[in-house]
């Protein structure tokens, strides 16, 4: 796993190379446009990623535990089975997004946006889901024992709904 500094991730981005596997841990990537690139497997814990684009990002086995995702878009990204552990993902939009088996617990989920997205088999366990958004979201199998459910916007057919 090659460690990459902020300005080597900007590089990539603009020769449209992808970040597979990168080492991005602790870095200052606020506002980033990363829109379509591959991040699988990447590195990225504790790295501060507020407001930042993922906007049909390939996610797929990522770490993002620590990480602030504050106000970023993750709208149509696959976060398939990545670890959000402790993430501060207020105010993020994963609408349309899947995150079958993702670990996004102890994260703080408050006003998020999951709107179609798919959190089948997902760990939620103990977040924080003040006014979070799931309407039309696949919850089934998702584990959310302990969250704070408070002021939720959760689709009466969400966690019922058939595979399809």
Known sequence: MDKYTSEEVLSEISLGGDLQDADLAGLDLRGVDFKGIDLSGAKLTSARLNGSNFCKCKLVKTDLSWAN???????????????LYDA?????????????????????????????????????????????????????????????????????????????
């Open 88 to 164: 501060n993902l207020q105010k993020t939009n994963f609408s349309n997004g899947n995150l079958e088996s993702a670990n996004i617990s102890e994260s703080n989920l408050s006003e998020a946006n999951f709107t179609g997205a798919n959190l089948k088999n997902a760990d939620m366990l103990n977040t924080f889901l003040m006014e979070t958004n799931f309407k039309g979201a696949d919850l089934s199998g998702a584990n959310i024992e302990e969250a704070n459910l408070t002021k939720q916007d959760i689709d009466s057919r969400a966690a019922t709904r058939p595979d399809g």
């Open 69 to 83: 995702l504050s106000l970023a878009n993750l709208s149509h990204a696959n976060l398939s089975e990545a670890n």
